[in-house]
């Protein structure tokens, strides 16, 4: 009986590739082109802020649907963005630098665990960024287009003063 199933399994192979390829699987070919629109709408939501945002809104709009959505924090009303232009408003209050660890690319949906370090504000009359560990969760329509995107933060924010881009004191908002 092994040897039969063994034989069964080898000759099955073939239709087996075939089929997922076919299926669930057909998009594999387009993931790296898929992780690259993900890289570069990440990059125009994050690099974003007061000054630079003049070059980014080609971008979003040319990668996401007019009726995009975006879902800032789900902890409670007044971070949910509807549309190319309200997303705009998000990026000018939240920009930073990304870097990126992971994308995963399934089907029409993308996951990205980043870090974001936000841009200098103050606070109090001190200079400050906070750091942050972020999972972006985009999905796509069979356009590939954006039409949904979720961030989700895994840490707390850590706030660090800064004088003149050099850390100064990390504060732990757990202490």
């Known amino acids: 009986m092994g040897e039969e199933l063994r034989k069964k399994f080898k000759d099955e192979q073939e239709s087996r590739w075939l ?7 057909k998009d594999r070919p387009l993931h790296t082109v898929m ?3 993900a890289r570069r709408l990440v990059k125009a939501l994050v690099q974003s802020g007061p000054g630079t945002l003049q070059s980014y809104p080609k971008s979003i709009q040319q990668l996401c ?3 995009v959505r975006l879902l800032a924090n789900m902890d ?5 963005y509807e549309g190319v232009d309200e997303i705009l408003i998000y990026c000018a209050e939240h ?3 990304e870097f990126i660890s992971v994308i995963i690319v399934d089907r029409l949906r993308i996951t990205c665990i980043m870090d974001f370090l936000s841009n200098p504000f103050v606070v109090e009359g001190v200079v400050a960024r906070f750091a942050q560990q972020r999972i972006i969760i985009m999905d796509m329509n069979s356009d590939y287009k954006f039409t949904r995107i979720e961030v989700r933060c895994t840490t707390p924010e850590v ?3 800064v004088q003149d881009d050099v850390q100064v004191k ?3 908002p757990e202490e």
């Open 19 to 25: 089929q997922e390829l076919s299926g669930e699987s």
């Open 35 to 37: 992780e690259d629109m």
């Open 65 to 67: 649907d007019p009726n």
């Open 76 to 80: 409670g009303p007044g971070e949910i």
């Open 95 to 97: 920009g930073g630098k």
């Open 159 to 161: 706030h660090a003063h």
């Open 170 to 172: 990390v504060e732990d």
